[in-house]
């Protein structure tokens, strides 16, 4: 069993910015990956951003430039900086650990963004 834990959420301004936690009870350095999507209400949840155990990266249009996916594998931690937000980066942000056997969800922290 692998937990894991979403914290940094809140209620922000446009322009201002967040920075996301994603603490796992396991050792995410044994993920193939691991990932942030986003979830408003009555839409489906979406990709935002990805991380591979060697580093690599990919983000969803929407946040290209603005948004940062990183991990400390010293701390189980997952990040995603989020600058310059916008009302529609508003959701539900889930953390998602990738590993060779199944995947791993998070309970999500909420983003609000305010115009």
């Known amino acids: 069993q692998v937990n894991l834990v979403e914290s940094g959420g809140g209620l922000v301004q446009a322009g201002e910015s967040l920075r996301l936690s994603c603490a796992a009870s396991g050792s995410i350095y044994r993920t193939t990956s691991m990932c942030w999507y986003r979830q408003a209400p009555g839409k489906q949840r979406d990709f935002v951003a990805s991380?591979?155990?060697?580093?690599?990266?990919q983000y969803a249009d929407s946040v290209k430039g603005r948004f940062t996916i990183s991990r400390d594998n010293a701390k189980n931690t997952l990040y995603l900086q989020m600058d310059s937000l916008k009302p529609e980066d508003t959701a539900n942000y889930y953390c998602n650990a990738v590993y060779t056997y199944r995947s791993y969800w998070g309970q999500g922290t909420q983003v609000t963004v305010s115009s």
């Open positions: 991380i591979t155990s060697g580093g690599a990266t």
